[in-house]
Structures are given as structure tokens and as C-alpha cells.
């Protein structure tokens, strides 16, 4: 999947034009610079077994090691935040306008993008973003630190 242009939680300056457009990171790897999404990249996530894309919010350097921590935490807690939204989401049991229950729909969630803030950010409002087989649907969820705040669809 390309990258995934997401809404920006806060404007914040781009980094000096006179920094590196690429950076390896001792964590997250090779990392691209967008200057208005961050440090963008691709890394394993080890709950969903595959490389997903991520973008780090920046301020006027490399990445920290505060987003470095909160991207292993989110991996920790992938399945506890993915029950969260299954709550949310099967709670009023009914199917959709095209006949698939909610559950099937949950069940074909693949997990594309994640996107971090600047690092300083409090509270830590972040996004992952998942496709669907059964429609053309992206669908982003929104969490403050570890406890899901809403979701978005689009398409």
C-alpha cells in the first residue's frame, strides 16, 4: 500500500530544510522525510507477522526514543486495543447495509499504517489505519494513549 496520507493532530514546523532527507534509526530503520507527515517508514509488527508503513510526527530532529518505547508498547498491546473497537464496533449486533455481520467485518481488518505524534505530545493521540476485502472501506482508528476514541471511514 502507498503511503497513507493521514490529518495532521497539530501543526508543527517542518525540520530545518538543511537536515537529512533519510535516516537510519537504530530502531525503526530506513526512514524517509516528509515534511509535513514525519519520519515515514516500514517495520515489522510482529502481531500482524508483516512489515507495516508508519509515519513519526518530528520537530526539528531524528526520531525519540519516547515514540521509539510507545511504538514496542503498541505492539504489546495490539490485542487489547483491536478489542477495544470490537466492542465498539459488534456491540449493537446488527448487520450492515450490504448484509455482513459486524464480526465478519472486524475479521477482515488488515492492519496498513500507523502514525505517531510529535514526540512531545500529551496525551498521545495516534491512529492506525486498516483496509478491508469486503469493500473499499479505510477505515482509522483513533486512540488517546491506550484507549480508543473513535473511528473514521473513508471510501
Do not use: C
Not at 507527515?37 to 525519540?64: C, D, M, Q, Y
Not at 472486524?106 to 495516534?126: A, G, K, M, N, V
Request: hydrophobic residues 35%.
Amino acid at each position: 500500500m502507498q503511503y497513507v496520507q493521514l490529518r495532521l493532530f497539530s501543526k508543527r514546523k517542518p525540520p530545518n530544510d538543511s537536515g537529512p532527507a533519510e535516516f537510519d534509526d537504530p530502531y525503526f530503520g530506513r526512514l524517509r522525510l516528509d515534511k509535513q507527515a514525519g519520519w515515514i517508514g516500514t517495520k515489522l509488527f510482529s502481531p500482524v507477522g508483516r512489515n507495516v508503513e508508519f509515519a513519526l510526527g518530528h520537530g526539528a530532529g531524528e526520531p525519540s526514543e519516547r515514540q521509539r518505547e510507545f511504538f514496542q508498547q503498541i505492539e504489546a498491546k495490539y490485542p487489547a486495543l483491536l478489542a477495544q473497537y470490537h466492542a465498539d464496533l459488534v456491540g449493537n449486533g446488527e448487520p450492515f447495509q450490504d448484509g455482513s455481520s459486524p464480526q465478519a467485518f472486524f475479521d477482515s481488518l488488515r492492519l496498513e499504517f500507523i502514525r505517531l505524534p510529535f514526540p512531545s505530545d500529551t496525551p498521545t493521540l495516534w491512529e492506525m489505519v486498516f483496509t478491508t476485502e469486503l469493500d473499499n472501506h479505510v477505515i482509522t482508528l483513533r486512540f488517546s494513549d491506550w484507549v480508543f476514541q473513535s473511528d473514521g471511514w473513508d471510501g
